[in-house]
């Protein structure tokens, strides 16, 4: 693992990067589309950062808790909840990279461009399996696989972008079915050369039951 970014000093200005926004957006929209959650259930939101894409989801479910590595990010986000008055979202500190595991037990875990900062991926998806309840749903959402140009610091980036294929024998392997593949959101970038499209995948699965 390349170092380990400062999510914390990021964190009170992330939100101003309105391509961020769009894409939380985008992919809460992919995610109700496949899921179709309603407000019997909870929900967790790994790697969530500020909360974009918890809040989105946030008036659909009974709960939703948002969890990080990222101290600061979780501020902004409780900072957010407080503000908005929203007693069903909750935020709990969780570094997987450090040996921490997910407690709790959920009808939904959701990830938006978190995988590509964990290490073991196999070892995570037996982690979130372990959380689901019996017939639940996972919703993973990042990069394909892409030549490293996407991040301008690439501080704590493990994986530049996912093969769909590879991820899905993954989630396989951990005990999921169903595993369906899509794209939700293409991110554009530009630089003094070119403008890149870079898609962004959701896969969803579930745990049997």
């Known amino acids: ?119 073991d991926t196999s070892s995570l998806f037996r982690l979130f399996h372990g959380i689901l309840l019996p017939g639940s749903a996972l919703c993973v959402a990042d990069l394909d696989s892409e030549d490293g140009a996407f991040h301008d610091d690439p501080t704590g980036v493990v994986h530049f972008g996912f093969e769909r294929t590879g991820l899905m024998e993954m989630l396989a392997d951990a005990g999921f079915t169903h595993v369906r593949a899509k794209t939700a959101a293409v991110i554009q970038k530009s630089s003094p050369a070119r403008t890149r499209d870079y898609p962004v995948f959701l896969i969803s699965a579930r745990r049997p039951g």
């Open 1 to 119: 693992m390349a170092g380990k970014r400062d999510f914390d000093s990021a964190a009170a200005t992330w939100d101003e990067e309105p391509r961020r926004v769009k894409l939380a957006r985008e992919v809460a929209d992919a995610i109700i589309d496949e899921v179709q959650p309603t407000r019997e259930m909870d929900a967790m939101d790994f790697g969530c950062g500020t909360g974009l894409l918890t809040l989105c989801l946030q008036p659909h479910l009974r709960s939703i808790t948002g969890v990080d590595s990222s101290g600061g990010m979780l501020g902004e986000l409780e900072r957010k909840v407080e503000e908005l008055g929203l007693p069903n979202v909750r935020t709990a500190f969780l570094d997987v990279e450090q040996g921490g595991r997910p407690s709790g037990s959920y009808h939904l875990v959701v990830s938006c461009m978190a995988l590509h900062h964990v290490t």
